[in-house]
């Protein structure tokens, strides 16, 4: 079975400040897995992707993530947040051969001055 | 232009009452999805159509039902609407299924009392 855990609900930092939100996963098969963001009162947006190839993954908004299968791990990182950063962030991951996206309960961002 | 639509955007109502939620996309992908996220921000997949063929069918209460007349439009029916149905509703879209981004809608807000 898949599964997402995002250890950390809520993640407080000050703008300008590096950030990382972890993500694990679970899955028995190889899987695809997603960063998407949520600004308050909106849909989900699509941050970044891995599929396959470099592990190291680049998105909009100057976020990265790095795919660790050692450690099942797919972390989101970016080196200087603003304040428009401040939105839910959620890790999903898809097995290869299914469709079904499985999210993480999401980690809260809160960039202050 | 927008690319995922939903309607309603709130949709406040009495138990026990039949409702509906409508999406369109204008992108032109194959695959539509409904999402429900409960007001702890946790999302899980409830329903995917491919070219108007259901797909992914959750355990959803079979008061939920999912309507493709084509292969723009995905409805959602609630048929004697219960209190643990509030929740947002978000639409998706992908342009197939594996991989590919899902484009989400800007979500109902449903409120039953």
């Known amino acids: 079975a898949q599964s997402v855990t995002q250890l950390d609900s809520q993640v407080p930092v000050f703008e300008e400040a590096p950030v990382e939100l972890r993500c694990n996963y679970s899955s028995s098969v190889s899987v695809y897995l997603f960063w998407y963001v949520q600004y308050p009162n909106q849909g989900l947006q699509l941050l970044l992707k891995?599929?396959?190839?470099?592990?190291l993954v680049k998105g909009i908004n100057g976020f990265e993530a790095e795919f660790n299968k050692s450690q099942t791990s797919f972390h989101l990182r970016k080196p200087s947040v603003h304040i428009s950063d401040t939105a839910e962030y959620f890790c999903?991951?898809?097995?290869?051969?299914?469709?079904?996206?499985?999210f993480g309960t999401g980690t809260r961002l809160l960039v202050s001055p | 232009d927008t690319a995922v639509s939903q309607t309603p955007k709130y949709l406040v109502t009495q138990m026990g009452n039949d409702k509906s939620i409508k999406c369109e996309q204008n992108?032109?992908?194959?695959?539509m999805y409904w999402y429900k996220q409960d007001s702890k921000k946790f999302l899980k997949i409830m329903f995917s159509?491919?070219?108007?063929?259901?797909?992914i069918n959750e355990t959803v209460p079979n008061r939920f039902s999912p309507k493709s007349p084509d292969k723009a439009h995905l409805n959602l029916h609630i048929n004697s609407l219960e209190l643990g149905d509030s929740a947002v509703y978000f639409c998706a879209s992908s342009l197939r299924g594996q991989g590919d981004e899902q484009y989400f809608g800007p979500g109902t807000r449903l409120t039953v009392t």
């Open positions: 999903a991951n898809m097995n290869t051969g299914f469709q079904k996206l499985v």
């Open positions: 992108l032109g992908h194959d695959t």
């Open positions: 891995y599929l396959s190839g470099s592990t």
């Open positions: 159509y491919n070219n108007k063929e259901l797909i």
